[in-house]
């Protein structure tokens, strides 16, 4: 089981910036590839994809988000690490954040569509204020 869990959300003011991080573990197979992505859930609506990275560390984003946020990851030895850097956040970025994961053979694509992840974390809420 790969494990992930998220840490960094909290409340900001509009404009302002967080870091989302999460961890996870590796399978032990060294031909295992991993893509990862960041989705979010804001009350009444349905989640969805904010950024994605593949296993080569190819990033993708949502159009809402491409200029502000930057995903990341360091996927050194046993563990997997995966970053959000939020900047100029708006009232509209308010939601859950979620970590995912997939597991490949050789390569990983990444999507930014929810149903390509097999493993996720509990969320973390973030909330800007305007």
């Known amino acids: 089981e790969i494990g992930l869990v998220e840490s960094g959300g909290g409340s900001v003011q509009s404009g302002g910036s967080l870091r989302l991080s999460c961890a996870g573990s590796?399978?032990?197979?060294?031909?295992?590839?991993?893509?990862m992505g960041w989705f979010r859930q804001a009350p009444g609506k349905e989640r969805e994809g904010v950024a994605v990275?593949?296993?080569?560390?190819?990033?993708?984003?949502a159009d809402s988000v491409k200029g502000r946020f930057t995903i990341s990851q360091d996927n050194a030895k046993n563990t997997l690490s995966l970053q959000l850097h939020m900047n100029s956040l708006k009232p509209e970025d308010t939601a859950i954040y979620y970590c995912?994961?997939?597991?490949?053979?050789?390569?990983?694509?990444?999507?930014?569509?929810?149903?390509?992840?097999?493993?996720w974390g509990q969320g973390t809420q973030v909330t800007v204020s305007a």
């Open positions: 990275i593949d296993s080569d560390g190819n990033p993708s984003y």
């Open positions: 995912a994961a997939k597991v490949d053979w050789y390569y990983c694509s990444a999507s930014l569509e929810e149903d390509n992840y097999d493993h």
């Open positions: 590796k399978y032990s197979s060294r031909y295992s590839r991993y893509c």
